[in-house]
């Protein structure tokens, strides 16, 4: 109605026309003409969208209708052109805002418990296809050296095997050494989670001797491998244990009691001067943790089994709901366990930790360490003795 000056036959036809175009909403402001659709050039008319239209959206009706509805004043922000003069605080719309993406502040380098004797980065990736071990030995930093003037290099073996190694650069007059160096293993996937990888501190003076500084021992387990992907890891060194092995070997274990939890945590380690009786290539050696009260059973866990070793790597963890009120009659039994497949295993040697009812000695001693630090790991060696526990 809005289209004045016009015949009854081009009302008619603009109507026609503007119903078709119902279904084709027009844009919000109507600067280029649409023209009538199937009109011929003789006969098409000209059609804007009036004034009064121009501040409405098109939406679809239930009945397949089309209605014009007012505009929002405030359009949502996808909506709004993506340029430079658009601006939100400090970034433009349609760039990444890096505040977003800040990582939390590493304390890697600056938290270093008391006694600590240094602290090495490295890298691994194993190719499941070429199967190889990919190492990445990157720093090394608080180096505990002989003297000011500390020379490190690393040795690094993937053990069992105590023969062959790899060696890094030796770095000069430094207790921070950054080494950027890469080493390759070649191990079949099938063997990759029974082994582990032992770095090597050392200190080399002007006589180039060597002085061990530190070690760090790393299990190659299935989720630190998958995904063919590089994994960026560091440990603390530690230091090598200077005491002989006992007559039926030795175990390193941690402690801890948390007593808001009511948690027992044990860290099993690793395991020096086993006395395997069979041939070590068919062998597999584990340990079991049993929590016990009274001298009865209350809950027993096992460690995975590793192949052929006098000299396990586990580093596994395992935990024990026990009350305080619970652990004046509690012990814990770390029992070492040889297997063969096809055979029944048959124990190595034991250690009992616990009060002074069950355990003497060191034993004694590091159960009683545990309650004194209560917040941390307590780790110790302690020997083996013999048992008839099958």
């Not at 053990?159 to 293993?185: A, G, V, Y």
């Not at 027992?264 to 062998?283: H, I, N, P």
Request: with cysteine; net charge neutral; hydrophobic share 35%.
């Amino acid at each position: 109605e809005e289209l004045s000056g016009t015949t009854a036959a081009s009302k008619n036809g603009a109507l026609a026309s503007s119903r078709l175009l119902l279904a084709f909403p027009p844009p919000a402001s109507g600067t280029q003409p649409l023209w009538a659709v199937g009109a011929t050039p003789s006969t098409c008319v000209p059609f804007v969208v009036p004034p009064s239209f121009q501040d409405r959206d098109w939406v679809p009706l239930n009945s397949g209708e089309w209605a014009q509805v007012p505009r929002d004043p405030c359009p949502a922000p996808e909506l709004l052109p993506h340029t430079s003069s658009s601006n939100l605080g400090e970034c433009s719309l349609g760039t990444i805002n890096p505040e977003l993406y800040k990582f939390l502040d590493d304390t890697s380098e600056t938290d270093f418990p008391e006694g600590c004797l240094g602290r090495l980065w490295f890298s691994l990736e194993y190719q499941q296809e070429a199967e190889r071990l990919l190492v990445g030995l990157i720093k090394a930093r608080r180096l505990q050296g002989p003297s000011e003037t500390c020379s490190p290099l690393v040795k690094l073996h993937l053990l069992p095997d105590e023969r062959c190694f790899l060696q890094s650069k030796t770095k000069r007059k430094t207790s921070n050494p950054q080494f950027d160096e890469h080493f390759i293993f070649q191990v079949s996937s099938k063997s990759i989670t029974q082994r582990v990888l032992r770095f090597s501190v050392y200190h080399v003076d002007r006589q180039r001797k060597h002085q061990l500084l530190g070690q760090v021992f790393f299990p190659l387990k299935n989720e630190t491998l998958a995904g063919d992907c590089r994994r960026l890891i560091w440990r603390d060194l530690e230091a090598e244990s200077l005491e002989p092995p006992s007559e039926f070997g030795d175990l390193q274990f941690c402690l801890g009691y948390n007593d808001c939890l009511r948690r027992l945590t044990v860290v099993v380690l690793r395991a020096k001067g086993l006395q395997l009786q069979e041939d070590t290539s068919f062998v597999s050696v584990c340990v079991k943790v049993s929590l016990m009260n009274h001298n009865k059973f209350v809950k027993c866990k096992k460690t995975s089994a590793v192949l052929g070793s006098a000299n396990p790597v586990y580093s596994e963890t395992f935990s024990f709901k026990a009350d305080p009120a619970e652990l004046d009659t509690a012990s814990l039994s770390l029992t070492v366990l040889q297997g063969a497949e096809g055979e029944k295993s048959h124990a190595l040697g034991r250690v009992v930790v616990g009060p002074y009812m069950y355990a003497r000695g060191k034993q004694l001693e590091h159960w009683n360490e545990m309650f004194s630090k209560p917040k941390e790991l307590v780790k110790r060696w302690h020997a083996l003795c013999r048992t008839t526990e099958p």
